[in-house]
């Protein structure tokens, strides 16, 4: 396992980010100046709302459904015991959990910096405790993003999803121990899906031993390793940078910074390990029984994950929906970077869900989130949230087809009055604006088909001529003040962010861009719409913050990374502009499971194929595959494996010299906003954009 000490907050999509760095953070910040600070703002440059943000959220309470209060009952619905210990710490010795940091919502009263929505369902996952659900199955709720569910087999109990950490997962499991366990085993585990959030946890619970002895299966749906390992291992290093916006790492708990992530109140920061499963799920629909439960287990792949199960318990009428179906609107686009989602094969499901289980189900529950109880209530949620996903599927598309653009579709589609009026499908994980122009771009790509946008230029190309068009950068900043103060923030940012983009050390155009950003902030309903704003605030404000780079992949994860999955992504890492000129052919034979390779690099590419050698090779590279995940997880370089005889090589292995030499390791303090790199940071290159060796960053 490896501890996620130095990225700060857990990352419920990271899948395997193979070779991607972690920050760990110093507290000095690039820009940050001496200010007279507004009270009880965690940034001394931090501002209050304004009267114009006081009107948003104002108006937003207004039109909200606060009379149905039914989330609350059933969110307390249950409840055996609170867990005591507001820290969780990790196996590292920092703090894996903290619940502390969000005691600050449970004071009576509105927050006037928090959308009254937002702060409802942050306030509803302030849960931190041991719940009933029915007799024989139980939650742990509130100890990390997701949820961990207990079901009564006949020889011990049958794990749902341990969580994010194995600190979590393990206290989780010590509180259920100590109220309702009777000292019984773990039997089984399932992982409902493939995103972190769903498995990091296992070793918290059970050992490899006992699961590679078959004393504890671990049920998993088809391909569950191939997704889990590959959904975000290609662009891993954007998006656990994307994943600081979105999730808003740098934000501390506060109310006039970070208050929740909707789905549960943050990712632990522990120790993240995967066993990988010993039985898949592999038919549409498929009955098993597991320590003497009958389940009927429903595949749904391509819906909130790339494969994701649903499990029917029909002796107890309970139907668990995975993160099918939780008390939000879910991502159909993420803004860390995913494959887009498929929103209408998404209400399909929940719909083949519905008409196969829910007309009887009593008891729906969920990976986030609290349960609902009886027919009646289920059957609502689940025909809300199935025409949820159709209408914008389908509205969006109403839209497109009329000549909607990718650019536009976020301020003209609307969802239904009736659908707004329900709690479980507002925006508290996706949103309307950012899930609609999700929808567009996967039919239809980025381009609105106006070709003066086919190709654009650079931000930071076009910036200098808007500024120039518009007088320079005294009447931007005037004007743009103006219109700060008129309360126009989007159109203020408009104009400022091209100053920000043309002129990138500009303090004073940085200075109110993240205060048009902060108030931008304040009004969003979306964790991650408000966490990107103020994200964008602090750093534009602060600078990206310093310290040294660390890996955030487990070595389970890396472990069950394919050959091929590996040899792809080396493919990334190579800097074609550093391989010009160079050809040459490997054979990569791998014994003990009988793989064969061709690698061949030529016109600055590199590509490889699986099941073939090539007749006249450069150099024929043998090695185990087990002895190759050392090399692959940065234990033992392929240069020892040759040396001491594990790697046998023919023909000529200065090929694998240059191979190393036109690999890079990428910058995971890559610049969002300009100038907030910080001005002591090395420069290792004048290309922005030109990724830089390993060593170099650790001289």
Known sequence: MTTRRDIVHGLPTLGAAFAVGGLSFSGEGAHAQPAAPLAGH???????????TAEVLKQARDGLPFADVRDFEEQRRGLIAQMKQMKIMAEGGHVAWDMEQFRFLDAPGEFDSIHPSLLRISRLNNNYGLYEVVPGIYQVRGFDLSDLTMVRGRTGWIVFDPLVSAETARAAWTLFQEHVGQGLPISAVIYSHTHVDHWGGVRGLVTEEDVRSGKVPIIAPVDFMAHTVAENVYAGNAMNRRLFYQYGLLLPGAPHGYVGQGLGQRGSAGSVGLIAPTRLVEKPIEEIEVDGVRMIFQNTPNTEAPREMNTYIPDLKALWMAENVTATLHNIYTLRGAPVRDPLNWSKYIA???????????VMLASHHWPRWGNARIQEVLRA??????????????LANQGVTINQIHNVYALPTSLQQKWECRGYHGSAQHNARGVVQRFLGFWDCNPATLIPLSP??????????????????ARGRQLHDEGRYLLAQEIVNKLVQA???????????????????????????????????????????????????????IRAMTTELFLNFL??????????????TINLVTPDNGETFVVELENATLTSIAGFQADKPDLTLTIDRSALEQTMMGAKPLEAQIADGTARVQGDVGVLAKLAATMVDFDPRFEVMPGTRHPAGPIYHADAYQAVPDRAIAE
């Open 42 to 52: 965690f940034h001394p440059k931090g501002k209050a709302p304004s009267r114009h």
């Open 352 to 362: 083949e869900a519905l008409y196969r289980f829910g007309l009887e189900a009593e």
């Open 385 to 398: 949230q199935r025409d949820l996903y159709a209408h914008m599927n389908n509205q969006v598309l109403h």
């Open 460 to 477: 930071s190309d076009s910036a200098p001529l808007y500024v120039e068009m518009m007088g320079g950068a005294d009447k931007i900043l």
């Open 503 to 557: 002129e990138p050390q500009n303090e004073a155009a940085k200075d109110l861009l993240a205060d048009i950003f902060e108030q931008i902030g304040y009004q969003q309903e979306n964790p991650g719409l408000r966490n990107s704003f103020l994200s964008g605030a602090y750093e534009l404000r602060s600078g990206i913050p310093q310290g040294a780079a660390a890996s955030t992949s487990s070595p389970d994860v």
């Open 571 to 584: 493919a990334i890492r190579m800097d074609s502009r550093k391989a010009e000129g160079l050809r040459f």
